[in-house]
């Protein structure tokens, strides 16, 4: 006889289906999560690192709570957090976008300065040469 697997009662604990990681696997991962997102916010100064890292560990409420109402709280909270980072993302790298153009157009106005002074200097080398064999 086919039993469904739902009916198989193996002894063990079932999984909560909305929460494909179990407890201490979940709790790591938001963890490391956590200290990763606060370091990259922190070397770069951006909030959609924060807005993430939110997302991730919001997830960790399916451990405790799993009614219809917790979850579509749950989704709205993500959906929000997921339209922030993306929203904060595209502000950082516009920022960051703007920045390297200056200090690119920083560098070419140096190049264009240093190569000016060095056909300026080239030029006044050539008169001496020149006014040199005038007498």
């Given at each position: 006889m086919i039993y469904p697997l739902a009916a198989i009662d193996?002894?063990?604990?079932?999984?909560?289906?909305?929460?494909?990681?179990?407890?201490?696997?979940?709790?790591?991962?938001c963890i490391i999560a956590t200290l990763l997102y606060l370091v990259l916010y922190y070397r770069k100064g951006s909030l959609h690192y924060l807005t993430l890292m939110f997302a991730i560990d919001l997830t960790f409420i399916t451990q405790f709570w799993t009614s219809t109402t917790a979850r579509v709280l749950l989704g709205i909270a993500e959906a929000l957090l997921i339209?922030?980072?993306?929203?904060?993302?595209?502000?950082f790298s516009r920022k960051l976008k703007a920045e390297n153009?200056?200090?690119?157009?920083?560098r070419k106005a140096q190049l264009e300065k240093a190569k000016s002074a060095m056909k300026?200097?080239?030029e006044e080398n050539s008169k001496i040469v020149d006014n040199a064999f005038d007498d």
């Open positions: 193996d002894g063990s604990k079932m999984q909560n289906v909305y929460t494909p990681l179990s407890f201490g696997v979940h709790l790591g991962f339209g922030a980072t993306i929203f904060f993302y595209i502000r153009a200056a200090r690119e157009a920083a300026k200097d080239d």
